[in-house]
């Protein structure tokens, strides 16, 4: 380490080795730690002008590997793997990274979603500042109006003495002059001490009232930019409705290539049978990362990443022709060429029994399984204004918004990651295939799943507190079992594993989101981890982005649009799935989802389409053609329903669009853990119907947490201050450990929770309810 090295308070600055690549290894890097920013450079010279990379301490993990190695993580999305030269320097770097990541955290409570954002102006408040100086300023009148009234009367005593000739009587106006002078500096006295009060207040007032200008001068601009914004918006959708109704409704393709007939058809014709699918990218997305560029925020990074593919997939597409319509295809000629393979080779397919893909079907409940719960309480019908809380929060992260029971629905965000497992019966199947490009199939057709319960679901659900936990045992009737904890406050994670029959699922979800006040956009930053016990065939997969629409005016509504890339690194098999985003003016089914399974060289196995909010198809790809110089030619055979959406349960519009599974997730059970959401008051007095109740309870466990939190942030700075070692909050049943896949730190399942239950030993949980 070298000497060029200082150490104020969570300030530090010095020498460490960084991991760069495979090739370089670790690399000798210039590091200073300052307002909360970890920030390095190749040398101390570089400092003046260039910035190799910068991590966020605010939002990051820190952790230790042995003696020497430091690893910073923000959820994946950026990793530093940092050597010190001893563990001495590393015991110092460590306690300096707690104590600025500690810091960096109390400058971001303002907008903590614990604590209140910044309110709109009281116009109570403002009535009594001005009632207090218009007050103040009638004193200063009534000062003013004595001080005239005696200035007059020794005035006119000083004249009558200039005209008096006998000194007896200038002795006797003497006397009457010292009064009147004395009464004209009492009342001057008066007037200072009035006019020094109103400086007072009214300098004490300046701040609140530039503060007050300034909210009202930010609100009038983003109204204005929104009205400019909305009415650009309306112009375009005008023009475009017009384009649109001038349209012709049948497009000219070209015949085969070297011909030079033409056809026309309808394009309604063809929808069915001929669609694109875009082609995996060249890269995965799961890979351990080193970041080179400056950090601002991991929802703006994935976004970008998101855009980034979206741009890259331009091109990257390929044509697919099935026998799933009567109707000719709009391509016939391309497709007649290929008639006499395409039969055989169906023929050669069906004789090795490759097609058997299983099809979807509704799974049937075991006979003595519990009986559950049918229905919930019917939503109240309390109104409230969406706007006059959202306005409020226009370029915020929704989980730093604290927000009334309103809008809310009675489950917390870690019930709404078990209703992922809705239809669980899809890793079922794939459990059972033997063939990997089939079983990946299966894999995405769950994946698609989990966002049909999504479609009319506009309402939030709880924000978890820290420690707390989910468990849904349903072995008995669907073979799986899940287990929940919110692992970590900044950034608020969530940690999950589930054991199915033959599979076990494990993720890490985080998200950042995005306002802007006609939308809302939530972007998941973790990672979903699948292995199939049997094959031991390992799925990774990151969800897609959804947004909610109409946020101002109008009907809710949700969307999930993007890419998604499902990877098995055992057999490099991928599918690669594409969300359209639903547009107006376009000829596509809306909320369309295109995939295409590719074995480990890129050759294609099977295609899928179909919605993400009804149903999913897949066909075995039967022949390949290449020989157009554009988009590749994928043939299939028939096409195989392989997820179907469920109905909802009668009544479902007055239990917050519920489907069957998460009706039954906030049903009370006995011998919970102590912390399980089901015991969360607040949460079960909205479900009771008692929403002013839940609200004063939301309050009270927000008020619990955050002093939960000053005081561990109190213990730390105290250790670090000591010099001890320093570990802030630990979660009960994961543990902080490296993820063999990406090479990120990610939260491991300890595997001890149910033990724990069959014992009801629940001494380690902490006491978060009230």
């Not at 380490?1 to 760069?20: F, I």
């Not at 109409?550 to 969307?559: H, M, R, S, Y």
């Amino acid at each position: 380490m070298s000497d060029n090295r200082s150490v104020h308070q969570s300030n530090y600055r010095g020498w460490l080795y960084k991991w760069t690549n495979y090739l370089r290894g670790y690399q000798k890097r210039w590091f200073v730690l300052q307002n909360g920013l970890l920030s390095y450079y190749r040398n101390q010279a570089e400092m003046a002008h260039t910035c190799r990379g910068t991590i966020n301490l605010a939002n990051a993990y820190i952790h230790t590997e042995d003696s020497n190695t430091i690893v910073i993580s923000n959820s994946g999305t950026h990793t530093f793997y940092l050597k010190a030269t001893s563990e001495v320097e590393r015991q110092k770097w460590v306690t300096a990274l707690e104590l600025a990541r500690a810091d960096a955290i109390k400058l971001s409570e303002p907008a903590d979603s614990d604590e209140e954002v910044e309110p709109e102006p009281d116009k109570n408040e403002l009535h009594n500042m001005v009632k207090t100086l218009t007050a103040k300023l009638e004193d200063m009148n009534t000062c003013n109006d004595l001080i005239a009234k005696h200035g007059s009367g020794l005035q006119r005593t000083l004249t009558e003495l200039e005209s008096m000739e006998s000194h007896n009587e200038a002795g006797s106006k003497l006397k009457v002059i010292s009064e009147r002078a004395t009464m004209f500096r009492i009342t001057t006295n008066a007037m200072i001490n009035a006019c020094g009060e109103y400086l007072d207040v009214a300098q004490a007032q300046v701040k609140r009232l530039q503060k007050i200008v300034n909210y009202e001068h930010e609100q009038r601009m983003k109204l204005e930019e929104m009205v400019e914004q909305l009415a650009k918006e309306q112009v375009t959708l005008e023009t475009k409705a017009k384009q649109s109704m001038g349209h012709v409704q049948h497009k000219k393709v070209k015949g085969p290539a070297g011909s030079d007939e033409e056809d026309f058809f309808d394009a309604l014709d063809y929808q069915a049978e001929e669609f694109e699918v875009a082609l995996p990218h060249l890269q995965t997305k799961h890979r351990r990362t080193d970041s080179n560029i400056s950090f601002d925020s991991q929802a703006d990074e994935r976004s970008s990443d998101l855009s980034s593919e979206a741009e890259e997939s331009e091109g990257q597409e390929a044509l697919v022709y099935s026998h799933k319509s009567k109707q000719g295809s709009p391509k016939q000629a391309v497709a007649s060429v290929k008639s006499q393979q395409k039969k055989n080779a169906q023929s050669d397919v069906k004789k090795n029994g490759e097609t058997h893909l299983v099809a979807a079907k509704t799974p049937k409940v075991p006979k003595g399984a519990r009986v559950r719960r049918s229905a919930v309480p019917l939503k109240a019908n309390y109104s409230l204004n969406l706007w006059s809380i959202m306005k409020n929060c226009i370029g915020k992260d929704l989980s730093k918004i604290p927000m009334p029971v309103n809008f809310s629905e009675p489950l917390s965000m870690l019930q709404r990651l078990t209703e992922d497992f809705e239809y669980s019966d899809c890793l079922d199947r794939a459990a059972a295939c033997e063939d990997a490009a089939e079983q990946l199939v299966h894999v995405a057709a769950f994946t698609i799943s989990s966002y049909s319960t999504t479609t009319n679901r506009t309402t939030k659900p709880f924000n978890p507190l820290l420690g707390e936990t989910y468990e849904c045992d349903r072995l008995d009737d669907l073979g799986w079992r899940s287990f929940a904890e919110q692992v970590s406050h900044h950034p608020p994670t969530a940690s999950q594993y589930t054991e199915g029959n033959g599979w076990v699922l494990w993720q890490e979800f985080t998200m950042g989101s995005k306002f802007r006040g006609k939308y809302l956009q939530i972007i998941p930053l973790g990672i979903a981890h699948l292995v199939f016990k049997k094959s031991g065939n390992h799925y990774t997969w990151r969800k897609v982005t959804t947004t909610v629409h109409n946020i101002i005016v109008g009907k809710l509504w949700v969307d999930n649009h993007g890419e998604m890339d499902i990877t098995n690194h055992k057999t490099q098999d991928k599918c690669h799935l594409k969300y359209s985003a639903y547009s107006y003016f376009s000829r596509e089914i809306p909320r369309k989802v295109t995939g295409v399974v590719t074995d480990q060289d890129g050759g294609a196995k099977w295609v899928l389409t179909g919605t993400w909010d009804k149903r999913m198809e897949a066909a075995k790809v039967v022949h390949i053609d290449e020989s157009n110089k554009g988009k590749p030619v994928f043939e299939t055979g028939p096409h195989v329903c392989i997820w179907e959406k469920r109905p909802l349960p009668p009544g479902a519009d007055k239990m917050y669009n519920f489907t069957t599974l998460a009706v039954t997730l906030n049903e009370p059970e006995e011998g919970l853990a102590p912390t399980d959401s089901r015991l969360r008051p607040d949460q079960r007095a909205m479900e009771d119907g008692k929403w002013d109740d839940a609200n004063k309870l939301k309050l009270q466990l927000e008020e619990k947490q955050r002093a939960a939190r000053k005081k561990r942030e109190a213990e730390v700075e105290e250790a670090s201050k000591r010099g001890e070692s320093v570990k802030g909050y630990q979660p009960v049943w994961f543990e902080m450990k490296q993820d063999p896949i990406t090479g990120s730190p990610i939260h491991m399942y300890k595997k001890q929770y149910w033990g724990c239950k069959e014992k009801s030993d629940w001494s380690i949980c902490p006491n978060i309810f009230l």
